[in-house]
T-cell receptor, first 116, second 109 residues
Framework: DTGVSQNPRHKITKRGQNVTFRCDPI?????LYWYRQTLGQGPEFLTY????????KSRLLSDRFSAERPKGSFSTLEIQRTEQGDSAMYLC??????????????FGEGSRLTVL | EDQVTQSPEALRLQEGESSSLNCSYT??????LFWYRQDPGKGPEFLFT???AGEEKEKERLKATLTKKESFLHITAPKPEDSATYLC??????????FGAGTTVTVRA
């Protein structure tokens, strides 16, 4: 399978614990995005990488959230001291260089987080 | 700030009963309008990109159109496998999509 891969698919944790999600993009895609989706809502932009550089972070990303993309390959999204409000589906997407024009985003199947 | 509003929230159709979904948007400098399909528990799947008013694109039973203020997704003679949530998104810069809340379509056989 050559699509975007996310792990784990489901994570249940207790409030206050740290969690980490991993995303493996499509190999030739140099752009990587994280979005968050809650029930009944559309995905909300969290952050964006071009190669290994994190170029944009949403105001939704509090100091408890950190994302990395070492060597411009896979990416991790860590949430520290989780809160119940962090419960959501975390979606990763990748795309080809757009040359200044919008590109098609390929989404993974998401990592669902439940904070008890 | 970009705003995307989709209507209706939910749509129940009989197989073969054509209908349209609406996506109205407010964005400064639209660079692209996207339609995605999302099945339960899965990530969104790309359907169309529209770049300018008057543009239309088709894929099987789906047709997307764009005006300066809204986009429509027409579903012609739907089948049960067309049941999904359809998401509309706008792109105003080089990287960020702003999504609407989606329209959940259920097609009964």
């Amino acid at each position: 399978d050559t699509g975007v891969s996310q792990n784990p698919r489901h994570k249940i944790t207790k409030r206050g614990q740290n969690v980490t999600f991993r995303c493996d993009p499509i190999s030739e895609h140099n752009r990587l995005y994280w979005y968050r989706q809650t029930l009944g809502q559309g995905p909300e932009f969290l952050t964006y990488f071009q190669n290994e550089a994190q170029l944009e972070k949403s105001r939704l990303l509090s100091d408890r959230f950190s994302a990395e993309r070492p060597k411009g390959s896979f990416s991790t999204l860590e949430i520290q001291r989780t809160e119940q409000g962090d419960s959501a589906m975390y979606l990763c997407a990748s795309s080809l260089p757009s040359g200044g024009f919008p590109g098609e985003l390929f989404f993974g199947e998401g990592s669902r987080l439940t904070v008890l | 700030e970009d705003q995307v509003t989709q209507s209706p929230e939910a749509l129940r159709l009989q197989e073969g009963e054509s209908s349209s979904l609406n996506c109205s948007y407010t964005v400064s400098g639209l660079r692209g309008l996207f339609w995605y399909r999302q099945d339960p528990g899965k990530g969104p799947e790309f359907l169309f990109t529209l770049y300018s008013a008057g543009e239309e694109k088709e894929k099987e039973r789906l047709k997307a159109t764009l005006t300066k203020k809204e986009s429509f997704l027409h579903i012609t003679a739907p089948k049960p496998e067309d049941s999904a949530t359809y998401l509309c998104a706008v792109q105003a810069n080089d990287y960020k999509l702003s999504f609407g809340a989606g329209t959940t379509v259920t097609v009964r056989a």
